[in-house]
């Protein structure tokens, strides 16, 4: 069974960065598109970047100027560096992928407390 392993979130003061990874194990199924996601309790899931498997790229409007994707294909793994926290950032930021006859796998979801 296909699992998605988040990691590299904790507590950050603002302006600070982070990077969080994502990694899919126990996996045979090429991975499509790569995406990151964030949701904050009461509120909709929104997407904050998404990345191709040629490596093109969408970034949600929070995100432009700041945070960036990448993926490594190899490992099949997502990275989300995340530039110039701001408390409005603090969030659970979710991982999400695309797997060629499999459809869409999420992983937990790793909390991101931005405060001083």
């Known amino acids: 069974q296909v699992q998605l392993v988040e990691s590299g979130g904790g507590l950050v003061q603002p302006g600070g960065s982070l990077r969080l990874s994502c990694a899919a194990t126990k996996t045979i199924f090429s991975i499509y598109a790569m995406r990151w996601y964030r949701q904050n309790s009461g509120k909709q899931r929104e997407l904050v970047a998404q990345i191709t498997r040629d490596g093109n790229i969408n970034y949600g409007d929070s995100a432009k100027g700041r945070f960036t994707i990448s993926r490594n294909n190899a490992k099949d793994t997502v990275y989300l560096q995340m530039n110039g926290l701001k408390p409005e950032d603090t969030s659970v930021y979710y991982c999400?992928?695309?797997?060629?006859?499999?459809?869409?796998?999420w992983g937990h979801g790793i909390q991101v407390p931005v405060s001083s």
């Open positions: 999400n992928m695309d797997f060629k006859d499999l459809g869409k796998e």
